[in-house]
Structure formats: structure tokens, C-alpha cells
């Protein structure tokens, strides 16, 4: 069965607002619940959707100066991508994530990584215990207390890099409209509160909000691939935004309206290719 709510960290921008002022987690949001949301087809996410985020990791980690000798904690890790390419590298990884079952795959793929079932909002790691931290399109507007542990757990001098969608080209745009006309409007209203980061100068803002330098912003170009129809559908239908929509109008209803919306991103060989304008700021501790 799919349902739940608050989950509304992968949409694209839509109406302009500021972001959350306040120190708090953001109105409404319960972690479990949200954990509850992105672990229903959390297999599907690992292995279909996940890939999305190879380039921003990569750029990110270049930045932070991830490798031998580093430790880095990634917030929202989710089935643990950035982990595992940071355990690669040769870093000391962690991550946090309010999905079970998508911590589970994290430490199925990376078994020597500190994985932990969790809400950023309150991470469970001592004062300057990192390096760097990640969080992969994990921190939205309104999430400024993830922010602040953040800068926490950094240590003196450490770095972090937040990525999210940027307010440039975004081919799962149509889907994600497919999504919001067939959830409920309180859902849809923390959708605009969450893609207000994709707003020049808030995610710097909120950086600053919480005492950190901003150094810099960058994006790259988000690839995400399928071979067929089932394949995208199934991808698609993984991510926590899908969830609302499925619990009102149930998947019969709302296939059709999502292979309707990306029917032009099949390319003459068949394949479903998205790509999408993915942003990320560095900022560092003081
Ligand atoms: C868009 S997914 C990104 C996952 C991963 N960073 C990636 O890029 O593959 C957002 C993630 O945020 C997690 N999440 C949402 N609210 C959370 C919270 N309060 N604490 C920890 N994780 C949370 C969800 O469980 C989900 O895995």
C-alpha cells in the first residue's frame, strides 16, 4: 500500500517564498513519517532513482576535499550513494537517514560506514566530530535546525555542501505536477515552503543563518535513465512526493497521467532520459 505525507523533498521550485526564519523543524514535519514515505519501494529508489546524484557527489566531494584521511557525515543519506563513494575514496563516511529500509541497503552496500536510522533535525553525533558533511538534496527550506547540527557536529574549520533542485531546466518538472494535481493542498503547500531553497541567495541565507561562511554555489546537470515504460514508472513512483498521490487516487489513476507527462523524454532508442538543473553551495565553519 502506498501512503503517507510530509514528503516533499523532490520537487521542483514552484511559487516564490522566503525561507523558514526560524530555528525549528518545519511545520508539520514528523521524521518517521517522512522515513515511513521514501522506505515503501525503498529497493526501487536504490537501484532506479538513486543515480541521479552520482554528478553533484562528485563535484561536492572535489570541493570538500573528500579522501585517505577525512571523515564525512551525509545527512539524509538515503540507500547511501555518497556513503559508499566516500568509503571508496578512502574517507571515514556516516550517514543519517529517517528511512529504515533504505538504511539498510546503505549497510548492506557499505558495511564498515557509521549508518543510522534518524532525524537531522537532532543528529546523534558529539560536538566537531566531522570533517565534512553532505546532504543530498536532504535539506530544504524551513530545515534551517539541520543546518544548525550541521555546524555542530563540523569541526572548526570544516566544510559542508548542500545540494537541491535548481530553479533552471528540470525535466521531471511535468511529473512532479502530475504528483502535486493529485495530492492534497496541505501537501502541496510544503512543497512551496521546501523548493523556496531553489531561490537565488536562500540557501546561502539559511548557511548563514547558522553561523556558516558561504564560499561558494555550483551546479551540474542531473542524468537519470530508464529503458522502458515499467522501468520509469517504477522509478518515478519510489520517491516521497509520490506517496500522497498514490494514497488518494491509488496507482491506477495516476500511471497513465505520469507516462502521459514524460512521454516526449523518450529518446529514438527507447530510453527515458531526464535531465535536470542540480545545484549545490559549499559554505565552511569558522
Ligand atoms: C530526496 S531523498 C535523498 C536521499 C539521498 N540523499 C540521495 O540523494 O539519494 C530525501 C531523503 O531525506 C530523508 N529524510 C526526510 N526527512 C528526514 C529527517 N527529518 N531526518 C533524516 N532524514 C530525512 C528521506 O528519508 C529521504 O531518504
Known sequence: MDTNQQTNTLNPPSTAIEAHPARETPQGHQWHEAGDAWGRRARDWACLFEHYASDVILAAFAHLGIGPGTSLLDIACGS???????DSSGARAAGIDAAGPLIDIARARTPDADLRVGDMFSLPWPDESFDAV???????????????????????????????????HLDLR???????????????????????????????????????????????????EWP??????????????????LECVGADALRPQVLEAIATLRDD????????????????KG
Open 174 to 224: 511535468p511529473c512532479f505536477k502530475a504528483f502535486a494535481a493529485n495530492s492534497p493542498a496541505s501537501h502541496v503547500d510544503g512543497m512551496r515552503r521546501t523548493n523556496a531553497i531553489a531561490r537565488p541567495g536562500v540557501a546561502e541565507n539559511m548557511l548563514g543563518a547558522v553561523g556558516f561562511e558561504v564560499l561558494e554555489r555550483d551546479s551540474r546537470v542531473s542524468t537519470l
Open 228 to 245: 522502458d515504460q515499467e522501468t520509469a514508472w517504477r522509478a518515478l513512483a519510489s520517491v516521497g512526493p509520490a506517496v500522497p498521490a
Open 269 to 284: 532508442n527507447g530510453i527515458y532520459r531526464f535531465r535536470n538543473d542540480q545545484q549545490f553551495v559549499v559554505a565552511r
Open 134 to 168: 553532505t546532504s543530498i538534496n536532504g535539506i530544504w527550506g524551513g530545515c534551517e535546525q539541520a543546518l544548525a547540527e550541521a555546524h555542530r557536529v563540523l569541526r572548526p574549520g570544516g566544510s559542508i555542501a548542500i545540494s537541491f533542485w535548481g530553479d533552471g
Open 80 to 86: 547511501g550513494l555518497a556513503v559508499r563513494q566516500a
